[in-house]
Nanobody, 120 residues
Framework: QVQFVESGGGLVQPGGSLRLSCAAAGTIFSINVMGWYRQAPGKPRELVATITNGGTTNYADSVKGRFTISRDKAKITAYLQMTSLKPEDTAVYYC??????????????WGQGTQVTVSS
């Protein structure tokens, strides 16, 4: 069984930066996509950024140019570098991983979430 553990959240002032990490704890067969979603109070969960096994990235329009997703395949870890943070970026950020199991079925895992608060 595999779990994904997020870290790096916290309180930052507007214009500041944070780096989130999502690390796998356990054995995983084959990762297809790693990504980050976020959910602000009273709002639905939304896509922030994804990165495929081949390195193709995708970003929400609201974070393009400010956030960068990357991945360390050897460490089975995804990162989200966030710069020029705005109060509207305040949310719980969740790691999402889509993988293929040894039996060739698709599996979706979520991390427990890490709080990011942007406030002066």
């Amino acid at each position: 069984q595999v779990q994904f553990v997020e870290s790096g959240g916290g309180l930052v002032q507007p214009g500041g930066s944070l780096r989130l990490s999502c690390a796998a704890a356990g054995t995983i067969f084959s990762i297809n996509v790693m990504g980050w979603y976020r959910q602000a109070p009273g709002k639905p969960r939304e896509l922030v950024a994804t990165i495929t096994n081949g390195g193709t990235t995708n970003y929400a329009d609201s974070v393009k140019g400010r956030f960068t997703i990357s991945r360390d395949k050897a460490k089975i870890t995804a990162y989200l570098q966030m710069t020029s943070l705005k109060p509207e970026d305040t949310a719980v950020y969740y790691c999402n991983v889509v993988s293929t199991t040894q039996s060739r079925s698709m599996r979706v895992d979520w991390g427990q979430g890490t709080q990011v608060t942007v406030s002066s």
